[in-house]
């Protein structure tokens, strides 16, 4: 399931850490060395260079390394030097990622999958009714959409529409033969329509749920000990369709093995929309029930692989 890219640098200064929002790194011609690169050698060989260039991203883009340094120390409660080390395993695994991902638009197909909880994903595949698919900036998500190919329901992924074109063209090229189509979150709002319409007709919405993406909507959460807030516009769109709601995780466990996690988010009990019940609309307060529900599963998630959260700023409020 593919979702927006963020590089190893500074994000935009005169946005907030809230709206920071960023695209894969390197100018077109650098994405199309790295493709033809990919194509002549060993993703393995690039893993290697990475040891050596990791650094500089630490040295130079501080404000993405500050943030994964906090993230460490205050939320796992790392010493420095543990706190240290996981920060540049941190960036190096994202490395990985990014490279696996040229290595796929390559034509590279050797990396496996393990699926432990394919049958629940099947379920949704093979229901009559829509599903919305929550993904987070945790692990490598889009190379599922790579390697795992259905033509039962089509996956309408949202995407940063913003992204480099390379990388525009490198995913649709991929995604396209398998049944996934990407719609990317545009200013005027157009990508709703696709989404109701899609929902619809019983096909399967994918989208990040850790970041306001698209809406200013959020709740306000407790995940890994502080408050944050998570964006609720995919759940309110579950509540409204009355539709599942999975939580899609795609961890990197070795150099050419992935491990997807499928994990539902459960619907609200009526105590639980009475408990969260702000704003007396029904529809939101299960939003909220349902956000908060995820904050819990990604948070499980992210205890058990801290070293593949993604989000390069500072995340909590505080």
């Not at 080390?85 to 990014?98: A, P, S």
């Not at 619907?267 to 299960?286: H, K, V, Y």
């Not at 599963?297 to 993604?310: A, C, D, N, T």
């Amino acid at each position: 399931m593919a979702y927006e890219e963020q590089a190893m640098a500074d994000g935009n200064d005169k946005a907030s850490a809230r709206e920071w929002t960023g695209v894969t790194g390197g100018s077109a011609f650098g994405q199309r060395a790295m493709k033809i690169l990919c194509s002549l050698v060993s993703v393995r060989v690039g893993y290697a260079i990475l040891v050596f260039v990791i650094p500089f991203y630490m040295l130079f883009a501080r404000k993405g390394y500050n943030a994964i340094y906090s993230y460490f120390r205050t939320r796992h409660n790392y010493p420095p030097m543990k706190a240290f080390g996981m920060t540049y395993l941190n960036h190096y695994r994202f490395g990985q990622m990014i490279l696996d991902r040229f290595a796929v638009y390559a034509g590279q197909r050797n990396f496996r999958v393990d699926n432990p909880d394919n049958d629940l994903f099947l379920q949704m595949v093979n229901s009559d009714k829509g599903c919305i698919i929550a993904t987070a900036h945790v692990g490598n998500p889009e190379l599922c959409g790579y390697l795992l190919s259905q033509q039962t329901k089509r996956i309408n992924s949202l995407i940063f529409g913003g992204e480099a074109k390379e990388v525009q063209k490198n995913r649709s090229a991929v995604l396209g033969n398998n049944n996934v189509r990407l719609v990317p979150v545009d200013a005027d709002m157009s990508h709703l329509f696709v989404i109701n319409d899609a929902l619809t007709n019983g096909e399967m919405v994918s989208m990040p749920c850790d970041r306001p993406f698209g809406s200013a909507k959020t709740a306000s959460c407790t995940f890994l000990g502080a408050e944050t807030n998570f964006p609720i516009g995919a759940f309110v769109m579950a509540s409204r369709f009355d539709l599942p709601v999975i939580a899609l995780f795609v961890l990197k466990v070795s150099a050419k093995l992935y491990r997807i996690h499928v994990i539902g988010v459960p619907a609200p009990t009526r105590q639980q929309i009475a408990d969260n019940a702000t704003t007396g609309l029904s529809t939101r307060s299960a939003a909220y029930a349902m956000t908060r529900s995820y904050a819990a599963i990604l948070e499980e998630i992210v205890k058990k692989y801290p070293e593949q959260w993604f989000n390069f700023y500072n995340f909590w409020d505080k």
